[in-house]
């Protein structure tokens, strides 16, 4: 993954580069999953993460009174049905309850 801030325009000549870049060393990039996305559109899914600009805006006060709106933040997130999965299988969690596990 690879994050830019700039238009899209940069984002494809800078894939381009990564593409041929990867073909120098004899790596080969999956085009059907390799993509372009704009995180204030839509979310993207990473290794099971969503990863989404948040929407809340936040302000700060500055002298005289003035407010200053910050940037909005990345957020990443995984769904709980997800984390229990991953806890069943390695056995943390039994019959839906937390099971201690001592090493």
């Known amino acids: 993954m690879i994050g830019i801030k700039g238009t899209k325009a940069d984002a494809q ?21 390799s993509k372009i996305t704009n995180l204030r559109d839509s979310k993207v899914n990473f290794l099971g993460v969503n990863i989404f600009r948040s929407h809340v805006r936040k302000y700060a006060k500055i002298k005289l009174g ?24 390695a056995q943390f969690i039994k019959n839906g309850k937390a099971y201690p596990k001592f090493i």
Not at 13 to 33: P, R, W
Not at 69 to 79: D, G, H, N
């Open 66 to 89: 003035y407010r200053q709106r910050l940037k909005q933040r990345l957020r990443f997130t995984v769904s709980i049905d997800r984390i229990r999965k991953k806890l069943t299988e």
């Open 13 to 33: 000549e800078i894939l381009g580069k990564v593409i041929s870049f990867c073909k120098d060393i004899k790596l080969e990039i999956n085009t059907e999953k």
